[in-house]
């Protein structure tokens, strides 16, 4: 018996008792179909028998296992529920495989008998629920296809290069590269095919029983790296085998090399197979070759070559992919340095820091309330030292709360991966302002609502690369993260190229949902903000993602609840940018206090723009609605004494009126009396207040009393819908 006849042998019993196994895994899960693993065990009895086959050139056998392992494969994957019917025709698919085996054994390269041929296509049918495939349609043998392609340059754009150098002894050790090539076919389309003749040797110098084959394969299939690897793993040690990834696919390994954790240092071969540019055979061989050269190099007194090097000689992984993941290690160690200077510390010891820094505030209020009125000028100076020491260890213990933005962008990389891979579309992302600092407790309030419009851009926003190339925009669609801090707050923007908001089918639907009227008069930025109306959406047919309108409303009241505001502006055709306003803390703010009757106010400082002094006789238009001539600018304003309905004051006392901003919008709050910069410790107002309109909060002051701090915001809309109307004579003014 020769060294093939003893591999049938072995070939034979192996699939024998792989048939049996096969049936018991069957007929057990007649009584137990939703065990996993007799399923999985199924499908790799199916697939070995497979691969065995194909080593021997064994085509009837490839073709018709393969069709079984298909369906095995869709039931491993919950795509197929596994029943009675379909496991009797897996039973009779395995008799039938036995059959061909017994077939191929005694009579390989014949044509298969007409009647097993017809039960081959009747089973197939059945496991496919009657559908034809097309390997149905395969001849018995495809070694004339294998044969006939091939010459000429390998183009490895959109293929992967496959080189297959196999050793002399191959065909001692009852290696058949053909088979290979056959079985590779299975897992997609051989485009073309070098031989590579440069190691084969003229006249006597030739052994017959010695291989000189080598090949180059230019194979397109949406196959894994490792998948097609292991095509040759029963010739690993008989063959030299490099399988270079297409030019397309670079792209997106240089996507996931960038959306890779950056919390764990890994070596770049072990990032470069985590994103499948590489296998494990790749690593170990080049790491091999490493080891080899490190002697001889250390002997010559020159440094070992990197890794990354020799596997770009090897032709196993392209040299961008290489620099990406040498630069994704590099960031990963400086990141985890500049981590290693830092203390961890429990988020919640960190607030009773500033809880008590709040109180060392109101303390130190309080002494300068008591020095002040007692007139103890000796203690002036003390105190003046201590409010300089409360401001500083205020701003320090601020501070540590304070973290950058950037980590919380850089989360949003792998979203818009996954859902560009999901809608089909071609999308960047750009991140801007990542370094911008603010509340860690704001940062984890955000993350909610910056996720529902990020993904509300990439699936409502930009478009289809087809209809953007018909648009004569670029087929890659943009949507960009920005952070930037104005005036005390931090600014973020969701910026997309995408085909912007339609201001007539958002009113077409706003009125359809009742929330307008035909004669609505809005501005166009109040139309904009219509979709944050809870059950309006412009999008015709819903997805998994968005369109049916939850979610915005509830985006906006998160943001609202930080004391913060949402503007939209777009342009149809062109892009939207929503842009978010938020307080840098919710703990402590500078505050500019004013003071109505006998009650006082807190305005955050950063919403003051100026104040100045109005005649109280001057001023007022009418009962309802108020406005006064900003150097030639109407600025509707409110008295907060009559807003809160607190007791009037006296008439013949000097009114000032503090003009605030929050974003583009303006409006002046009437006041009393201006009491000056205050430092304001937030206190959050109970259930009972909580819905109390044009209050955000309350503070104590150095005597105990209590300020509440004003909505500037919500104050400013109640000063803008009174709508003054044009002026009729100018009240006197002069600046304070």
Known sequence: ?????????????????????????????????????????????MHTIKGSSG??????????????ETVLDKVRQGERQIDSNLIAVLLESKDHAAKLIEHCLKA???????????????LIAQLNGGKETA????????????????????????????????????????????????????????KQIVTVAEGMPSGEAMDPESCYLHFKIAFQSEASKETIERVFEFAADDCEIKILPPNAKIGEYLQLLDAQDETRLRKIG???????????????????????????????????????????EQHVVQQPLVDQALKKQEQTKQKIASEANYIRVDATKLGHLINLVGELVISSAAMNLIVEKHGLSDASDVAAGMNSLVNSIRDTALELRMVQIGDTFSRFRRVVHDVSKELNKDIQLLISGGETELDKTVVEKIQDPLTHLVRNALDHGIEHPAQRLAAGKPAQGTVQLNAYHESGHIVIQIADDGAGLNSEKILEKALANGLIKKDHGLSQREIYSLIFAAGLSTKDQATSLSGRGVGMDVVKRNIEALRGSVEIDSEEGQGTTISIRLPLTLAIIDGFMVGTAAERFIIPLSMVDECIEMS?????????????????????????????????????????????????????????????????VIKPLGKVFERLKGITGATVLGDGTVALILDVQGLIQAAIEHKPRPLAHKPALRRV
């Open 1 to 45: 018996m020769n060294e093939m006849d003893t591999a049938l042998a072995i070939f034979a019993q192996e699939a024998e008792e792989l048939l049996v196994d096969m049936e018991d895994a069957l007929l057990s899960l007649d009584s137990d179909p939703d065990n996993g693993e007799t399923v999985n065990s199924l499908f790799r009895a």
């Open 55 to 68: 080593l021997f050139g064994f085509d009837p056998i490839v073709a018709f296992t393969h069709e079984a």
């Open 108 to 122: 390989n390269g014949t044509a298969v008998p007409a009647e097993l041929a017809a039960t081959g296509l009747r």
């Open 135 to 190: 390997i149905q349609q395969r001849p018995d043998s495809v070694e004339d296809q294998v044969l006939s392609e091939g010459g000429g340059e390998i183009a490895v754009d959109e293929h992967w290069l496959i080189s297959l150098e196999f050793k002399p002894d191959s065909f001692r050790d009852g290696i058949d590269p053909l088979s290979f090539l056959r079985y590779l076919k299975t897992l997609g389309d051989i």
């Open 270 to 312: 072990d990032m470069l197979i985590q994103v499948g540019a590489l296998t494990e055979h790749d690593v170990e061989t080049a790491l091999q070759a490493q080891t080899d050269s490190a002697g001889r190099e250390v002997e010559a007194g020159a440094k070992a070559k990197p890794l990354g090097e020799i596997l770009v």
């Open 616 to 680: 109280a006789n001057e001023c007022e238009i009418d009962e309802v609605q108020h406005y006064i001539n900003l150097r030639g600018k109407v600025l509707p304003y409110l008295r907060l004494g009559d807003y809160f309905g607190t007791p009037a004051g006296n008439a013949n006392q000097r009114e000032s009126v503090v003009v605030v901003k929050f974003g583009q919008t303006e409006a002046g709050l009437v006041v009393d009396e201006l009491h000056g910069e205050h430092q304001t």
